[in-house]
């Protein structure tokens, strides 16, 4: 009897196994794993000779990551130029951007970006790498050092260079419309090439922020630069829109794009705020001759210090309890016979 009792416990997870319920999750729990969203994305046709037709196709090929192209066009090199002409209230400020991204094989790649202002007193940038799975960072004017705690910042970095054409569209509220140019040849591809101007009204899409949470002012206030830029944010009105942008025939990737754009923001006179912006976009090299290679003479990463005991330790300076067994200074002087 006490056999037949646990041959019957025994028997009963086995028959809970056999639950739909506990299948089906089995079946997810070890079910392949989903390719990233950039991978699926890239199969998809973006219809390139008929984009004018398709306004969330059109959008997709003014923000597509860096990734995505790199899925659809293989290993790419990309060169752009982009100026921002400002004008908030009496003071005139133009920024110029340079930017190149190499994408390579295997998620390698290396995204550079130089800034400098009108007067040439600011003069900014920043490179990252990454290749044989690791990644390098530096400034402008520094050297390379390797980063091992990345924690997805080289992606992020990566976009934000990239993303040229997308900053085109989401300061026009995607206001783009195109009209068939032709064809032509661009770094050994056919391309089919577009007019851009300016729509007269929003496609109407959802935004691809629509989730984000709204932005919370800092406790002192905003000054009055980020005033003015908030304003045309959220008050601008595109004026003017023209150029040319020219896409890949079979993956719909942009090649080149020339662009010309103004916006503005109207108030009151000491708040009005006007943008003009230009954009110049090459895709330089395709294929796979395009590699990332480790940089040169780079640094290693710097451990994060541990402890004060450690950082006193690393710039030589004493501990307190060093100077108490030390003694204060002039303990132990003679007094000269007072």
């Not at 530096?138 to 990566?158: I, L, M, P, V």
């Not at 710097?302 to 004060?308: K, T, V, Y």
Request: glycine share 8%; aromatic share 6%; net charge negative.
């Amino acid at each position: 009897m006490r056999r037949a009792f646990w041959s019957a416990a025994l028997c009963l997870p086995l028959l809970a196994c056999q639950n739909p319920v506990d299948k089906a999750a089995k079946a997810r729990i070890f079910s392949a794993e989903d390719p990233p969203r950039f991978v699926t994305r890239a199969t998809d046709d973006l219809g390139a000779s008929d984009l004018p037709a398709d306004a969330e196709h059109l959008r997709r090929v003014f923000t597509m990551s860096a990734l995505e192209a790199g899925e659809r066009l293989g290993p790419h090199q990309v060169q752009s130029t982009l100026t921002f002409h400002w004008k908030l209230s009496k003071k005139v400020l133009a920024l110029d951007e340079k930017h190149t991204v190499t994408v390579g094989s295997h998620g390698d790649f290396s995204a550079r970006l130089d800034a400098g202002d009108s007067l040439g007193d600011s003069k900014q940038g920043m490179e990252m790498v990454r290749a044989q799975g690791r990644v390098y960072a530096r400034s402008r004017f520094q050297k390379f050092r390797e980063r091992t705690r990345d924690r997805g910042a080289a992606n992020r970095y990566e976009e934000q260079v990239y993303d040229v054409l997308g900053t085109v569209y989401r300061l026009f509220d995607g206001r783009i419309a195109l009209s068939p140019d032709g064809e032509d040849t661009v770094a050994g591809r056919k391309v089919i090439r577009y007019k851009v101007a300016l729509a007269a009204t929003s496609p109407g899409l959802e935004p691809e922020t629509a989730n984000l949470p709204a932005l919370v002012p800092p406790r002192g206030g905003i000054d009055s630069q980020l005033a003015h830029e908030v304003q045309l944010d959220q008050k601008k009105q595109p004026q003017s829109l023209s150029g040319t942008l020219e896409v890949d025939a079979e993956t719909a990737v942009a090649l080149r794009a020339n662009l010309r754009g103004a916006l503005q923001a109207p108030g009151e006179p000491e708040k009005a705020s006007s943008l003009e912006l230009t954009v110049d976009l090459a895709v330089a090299r395709v294929g796979s001759d395009v590699v990332v290679a480790l940089p040169a003479d780079a640094r290693p990463d710097e451990g994060r210090i541990d402890s004060i005991a450690t950082a006193l330790e690393r710039f030589d300076l004493p501990r307190a309890s060093d100077r108490a067994d030390a003694g204060a200074p002039g303990d132990d002087d003679d007094d000269d016979g007072q």
